[in-house]
């Protein structure tokens, strides 16, 4: 027979890739936050402490386990310092209470709230022109709340598929300290010609500092051809009174031919609007 009255060591307990500076929902569930090593055959303890605490049991191998998380456990464990400690019991049954190992993480698995996006449903009939797309007013609306901690992250993503090709902007959107955020965008001329005229799909993400994400609802609408902006020549001498009712008027206005444009002249007392179609 074999007799074996040696204790075995305490397991060997580190944490997972990535866990150093805490572990967040897709880490604890998906890539995992703790890694323990103990003797071939020996059943390993490991228990977890938080709000509650629960026990995982692995058999030894010789080499590190990755250990997970499910939604029930994180339930359990609630946001906050988890305390991981492991013991193990050899093949014969032999145990030494004292030889624990213990590792501290602190664990955030609570995503963000969701954001959304609302467009200018009045100039969203018809899509949107260049000149509607980049106005500074913006001709959509993010609304998000700021998850808290350093350096909350709000991107928004444009992304449109042109023959071939996806084309994809990010635009990210600073918090500051309000706890809530309703921010207008506009694209820049350049992303307009980045994305096209079609469809494009937008959507917005929350990222807080331990990583955790929350996506929008994609919202899609179109860009389309929209009319050129139209140039004014103003003269080069000032007008008096005389000059600008001669026939020569006060501007030179351009413009696409068929469409209605609109000049609008401010003086000192008040403004004056014509509209004129070439």
């Known amino acids: 027979f074999r007799f074996d009255k040696t204790s075995p060591a305490a397991p060997t307990l580190t944490l997972a890739p990535g866990v150093s500076d805490g572990a967040n929902l897709a880490e604890a569930t998906q890539s995992g936050v703790v890694m323990v090593k103990g003797e071939l055959g020996a059943t390993i303890s490991v228990a977890f402490a938080g709000n509650s605490s ?3 049991q692995v058999s030894g191998t010789g080499d590190f386990q990755l250990l997970k998380l499910d939604s029930a456990e994180l339930q359990a464990l609630g946001d906050g310092v988890i305390v991981v400690t ?3 019991v050899d093949q014969l049954g032999n145990t030494d209470p004292a030889a624990i190992a213990t590792i501290v993480f602190e664990l955030d698995a609570t995503p963000p709230a969701i954001p959304t996006i609302a467009l200018d449903q009045a100039a969203a009939i018809g899509g949107f022109t260049q000149s509607e797309a980049t106005a500074s007013a913006g001709f ?3 609304s998000a709340t700021s998850p808290g901690g350093e350096s ?3 991107t928004v993503i444009f992304t449109a ?3 071939s090709d996806v084309v994809t902007i990010r635009k990210p959107v600073l918090f500051g300290d309000d706890a809530s955020l309703n921010q207008a965008l506009s694209l820049s001329d350049a ?3 980045r ?3 079609g469809v494009v799909s937008v959507t917005a993400v929350v990222a807080d500092e331990f990583g955790n994400t929350a996506t929008s609802t994609a919202t899609q609408f179109q860009l389309v051809a929209g009319p050129a902006r139209p140039s004014i020549v103003l003269p080069a001498e000032f007008l008096n009174a005389t000059t600008a009712m001669s026939p020569q008027g006060i501007a030179t206005v351009s413009g696409e031919a068929g469409k209605l444009l609109t000049v609008t ?3 000192p007392g008040s403004a004056s609007t014509f509209h004129e179609s070439y």
């Open 161 to 163: 598929s042109r023959n």
């Open 191 to 193: 992303e307009f010609t």
């Open 265 to 267: 002249v401010t003086g």
């Open 152 to 154: 909350p992250q709000l």
């Open 195 to 197: 994305l096209g005229e």
């Open 86 to 88: 492991a013991t193990q």
């Open 54 to 56: 629960f026990s995982k």
């Open 140 to 142: 959509l609306t993010v």
